[in-house]
């Protein structure tokens, strides 16, 4: 066995007594044999994915199987090849581990919180059957919807949820079974560890190779925007606040990976200055700080929630913000004010949280146009309240390529 063969990543890794344990069972049911892992190595080296940047999810391979672990749930997925002996004898179903048959002959997914564009950028949407609502920021997903190729099925009912070879779910609150996998690419703290989550999907369809290839793309176009942004000379770095309004209180966000996202547009958060991050509009005192904060800010991004991002506009951040006299408010003097709400889906459903999560390199892009204005590049994501840029509303229209190739992402030019 060469040293650069991939057949058995298990030397390499540290495992506890349970996860040596469970390999020693799998191992045992793929080939019997010690012998059998160094026979041969059917898996060729680019079909392998090797976790980079994301902290929250692990890939080991065996001969004829592979191990996705999640570590924010504690799941294991055990993927066995449908070639294998091992694939008709073998199920788990426990609360730790479950076991699929892959490639997947074909899945659903339940559309709360599940960024579907990872799917299409694996060219996965072929084999995509089921989904529980129409709610999905993607016009090519609406499309095969519209064409009958893909069905609604109801998610109080539990038998349609267990009709596919696997369901995917994006949160962890809700009874699970066995064909239930999870996919939480929002834990991870930055934008490339989020979208680094691709490989998890691929694993379920043998597409390593293509997931890597998406990955590498993103990454190198993310970090070149973030170099380029790095060697901008600028007299002051232009200060970022992402801010949201509910029930009389305006807040600073603490999101790492959006603080991330500003440094590596080029910018500085207002946030590592400021300790308070809650500002109670009826409180005089808080108005005062708040009122502070708003002068001292240079681009503004308002992530108040809407039921009707369509209807919400300059006045009604305005409004929100309870300040007669903002004369000192840069953002607005400069028409610096942003919402992260431009594609919508039936006004409820942001691409924010589908599409810009796998392509955060764009979402970047996005930054530096707010942040160091050409006014000559269309943002994907962020609108401009302050020129009363409107919403886009996504429609399966809008989809104009074959539904079932993969999606390529978007590189910007980085020069
Ligand atoms: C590995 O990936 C390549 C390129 O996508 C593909 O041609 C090949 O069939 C894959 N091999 C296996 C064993 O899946
Ligand atoms: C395994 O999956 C591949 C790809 O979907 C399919 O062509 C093949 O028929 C499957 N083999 C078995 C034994 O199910
Ligand atoms: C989905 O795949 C499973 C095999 O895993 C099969 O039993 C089922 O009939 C398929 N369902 C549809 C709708 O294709
Ligand atoms: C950054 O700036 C340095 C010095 O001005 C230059 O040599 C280098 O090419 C720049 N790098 C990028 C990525 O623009
Ligand atoms: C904000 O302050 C007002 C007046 O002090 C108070 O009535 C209200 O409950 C506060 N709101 C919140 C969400 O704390
Ligand atoms: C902003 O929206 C409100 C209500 O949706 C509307 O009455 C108002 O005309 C809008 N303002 C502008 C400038 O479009
Ligand atoms: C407005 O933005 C420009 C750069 O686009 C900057 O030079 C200027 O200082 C800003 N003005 C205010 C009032 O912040
Ligand atoms: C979304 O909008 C479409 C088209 O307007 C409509 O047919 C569908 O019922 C809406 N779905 C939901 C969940 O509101
Ligand atoms: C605008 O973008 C185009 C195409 O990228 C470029 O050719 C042009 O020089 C740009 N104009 C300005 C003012 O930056």
Same mark, same amino acid.
């Given at each position: 066995?060469?040293?650069?063969?991939?057949? %058995?990543?298990?030397?390499?890794?540290?495992?506890?007594?349970?996860?040596?344990?469970?390999?020693?069972?799998?191992?045992?049911?793929?080939?019997?044999?010690?012998?059998?892992?160094?026979?041969?190595?059917?898996?060729?080296?680019?079909?392998?994915?090797?976790?980079?940047?994301?902290?929250? %999810? !692990?890939?080991?391979?065996?001969?004829?199987?592979?191990?996705?672990?999640? =570590?924010?749930?504690?799941?294991?997925?055990?993927?066995?090849? &449908?070639?294998? @002996?091992?694939? =008709?004898?073998?199920?788990?179903?426990?609360?730790? #581990?479950?076991?699929?048959?892959?490639?997947?002959? &074909?899945?659903?997914?339940?559309?709360?919180?599940?960024?579907?564009?990872?799917?299409?950028?694996?060219?996965?949407?072929?084999?995509?059957?089921?989904?529980?609502?129409?709610?999905?920021?993607?016009?090519?997903?609406?499309?095969?919807?519209?064409?009958?190729?893909?069905?609604?099925?109801?998610?109080? *009912?539990?038998?349609?949820?267990?009709?596919?070879?696997? !369901?995917?779910?994006?949160?962890?609150?809700?009874?699970?079974?066995?064909?239930?996998?999870?996919?939480?690419?929002?834990? *991870?703290?930055?934008?490339?560890? @989020?979208?680094?989550?691709?490989?998890?999907?691929?694993?379920?369809?043998?597409? *390593?190779?293509?997931?890597?290839?998406?990955?590498?793309?993103?990454?190198?176009?993310?970090?070149?925007?973030?170099?380029?942004?790095?060697?901008?000379?600028?007299?002051?770095?232009?200060?970022?606040?992402?801010?949201?309004?509910?029930?009389?209180?305006?807040?600073?966000?603490?999101?790492?990976?959006?603080?991330?996202?500003?440094?590596?547009?080029?910018?500085?958060?207002?946030?590592?200055?400021? &300790?308070?991050?809650?500002?109670?509009?009826?409180?005089?005192?808080?108005?005062?700080?708040? !009122? =502070?904060?708003?002068?001292?800010?240079?681009?503004?991004?308002?992530?108040?929630?809407?039921?009707?991002?369509?209807?919400?506009?300059?006045?009604?951040?305005?409004? &929100?913000?309870?300040?007669?006299?903002?004369?000192?408010?840069?953002?607005?003097?400069?028409?610096?004010?942003?919402?992260?709400?431009? @594609?919508?889906?039936?006004?409820?459903?942001?691409?924010? %949280?589908?599409?810009?999560?796998?392509?955060?390199?764009?979402?970047?892009?996005?930054?530096?146009?707010?942040?160091?204005?050409?006014?000559?590049?269309?943002?994907?994501?962020?609108?401009?309240?302050?020129?009363?840029?409107?919403?886009?509303? #996504?429609?399966?229209?809008?989809? !104009?390529?074959?539904?079932?190739?993969?999606?390529?992402?978007?590189?910007?030019?980085?020069?």
């Amino acid at each position: 066995m060469s040293a650069s063969s991939p057949s %058995f990543s298990l030397s390499c890794t540290r495992l506890s007594f349970v996860q040596i344990s469970f390999f020693l069972v799998v191992w045992y049911f793929s080939c019997g044999c010690p012998q059998g892992v160094n026979a041969a190595s059917s898996v060729k080296v680019g079909n392998l994915s090797k976790v980079e940047d994301a902290v929250f %999810f !692990h890939i080991y391979y065996g001969q004829t199987f592979k191990v996705v672990k999640n =570590a924010i749930d504690g799941k294991s997925y055990l993927l066995i090849q &449908n070639s294998s @002996r091992m694939a =008709a004898r073998t199920k788990y179903c426990t609360t730790r #581990i479950k076991s699929f048959v892959i490639p997947l002959a &074909n899945y659903s997914v339940d559309t709360d919180y599940f960024p579907v564009s990872f799917f299409e950028l694996l060219g996965l949407l072929g084999s995509l059957k089921g989904i529980t609502s129409d709610s999905v920021a993607s016009e090519c997903v609406l499309k095969s919807y519209e064409g009958g190729e893909i069905e609604l099925i109801n998610k109080n *009912e539990p038998q349609q949820l267990t009709q596919f070879a696997a !369901h995917f779910i994006g949160n962890t609150d809700q009874v699970q079974a066995c064909n239930f996998a999870t996919f939480l690419p929002s834990a *991870e703290d930055s934008p490339l560890q @989020r979208a680094e989550w691709i490989k998890y999907l691929g694993v379920f369809a043998n597409v *390593e190779a293509r997931a890597n290839q998406v990955y590498d793309t993103v990454k190198a176009n993310y970090l070149c925007l973030t170099k380029v942004s790095a060697n901008r000379t600028v007299s002051f770095k232009p200060t970022v606040a992402w801010m949201e309004y509910s029930n009389g209180v305006w807040s600073l966000t603490k999101e790492t990976y959006k603080l991330k996202f500003v440094e590596d547009a080029g910018g500085e958060n207002v946030d590592s200055s400021i &300790n308070k991050v809650t500002y109670n509009i009826s409180n005089p005192d808080d108005l005062d700080e708040f !009122h =502070a904060i708003l002068c001292i800010v240079d681009v503004l991004i308002d992530e108040t929630y809407t039921s009707d991002p369509v209807g919400y506009n300059l006045s009604t951040f305005i409004q &929100n913000i309870g300040i007669e006299d903002y004369s000192c408010i840069a953002f607005l003097a400069n028409q610096s004010l942003w919402r992260y709400d431009k @594609r919508i889906r039936n006004s409820t459903t942001l691409d924010w %949280f589908d599409g810009a999560r796998s392509q955060p390199q764009l979402v970047l892009a996005d930054l530096v146009e707010a942040l160091f204005p050409t006014g000559n590049y269309t943002t994907t994501y962020l609108r401009n309240l302050a020129k009363e840029e409107g919403v886009i509303s #996504i429609n399966p229209d809008m989809c !104009h390529r074959d539904v079932t190739a993969a999606m390529e992402p978007t590189t910007i030019d980085c020069a």
